[in-house]
């Protein structure tokens, strides 16, 4: 059997006594898409029955799609606990991002859009900027760049992932200052 159908067998045995509390650990370890999708459709499953599931993975998408609540763990410690919003919310919120087709307008594009805490990578014609008001700052920055005949070849309202929050709680280099 492969690794995928093993990980499937296992869950499959795990619930023959219908638990009231199952620990998966890495449940979708070495699956295709479509296993994982499956797995996911079966942990719902049983929490909509009732089961309560604990849940250990490094797929932060994972968590983020089955986790009522999310402990983020690093060397050993629980460094933030809350539910999948909040611990985006801690980190920033959501942002709007601004690819330009030419990067040599990213200066003007700055000074016109209404937008503060702008961040540029040049490298990839990229704005990105924390905003409160998801809509406004949308519609504003549409605006914006059409009035002043910017071409963005995209604009799109960005929440944080886990992955990035992650990273923001482990960031190591803080340590080090």
């Known amino acids: 059997y492969s690794g ?3 990980r499937r067998l296992d869950l499959a045995a795990s619930l023959i006594t219908e638990p009231e509390v ?6 979708t370890t070495g699956l295709d898409p479509r296993g994982r999708a499956e797995v996911w459709d079966s942990v719902r499953s049983l929490v909509g029955g009732g089961t309560t599931v604990l849940l250990t993975t490094q797929y932060l998408e994972e968590a983020d799609q089955l986790a009522d609540r999310i402990s983020v763990v690093d060397a050993g410690r629980v460094v933030a606990d809350g539910t999948a919003d909040e611990l985006k919310a801690a980190i920033g919120g959501d942002r709007v991002d601004v690819v330009l087709r030419d990067a040599g307008q990213l200066g003007a594009a700055v000074a016109l859009l209404p937008l503060t805490g702008v961040r540029v990578d040049p ?3 990229l704005l990105s900027a924390p905003v409160t008001d998801r809509m406004t700052a949308l519609s504003g920055v549409v605006r914006a760049l059409e009035e ?18 992650f990273l923001h709680l482990t960031d190591r280099t803080k340590e080090a200052v």
């Open 22 to 27: 199952l620990f998966l650990d890495e449940p």
């Open 148 to 165: 002043a005949g910017l071409e963005a070849e995209d604009v799109a309202l960005r929440r944080p992932t886990l992955d990035e929050v």
């Open 4 to 6: 995928g159908m093993r």
């Open 123 to 125: 490298d990839r014609r």
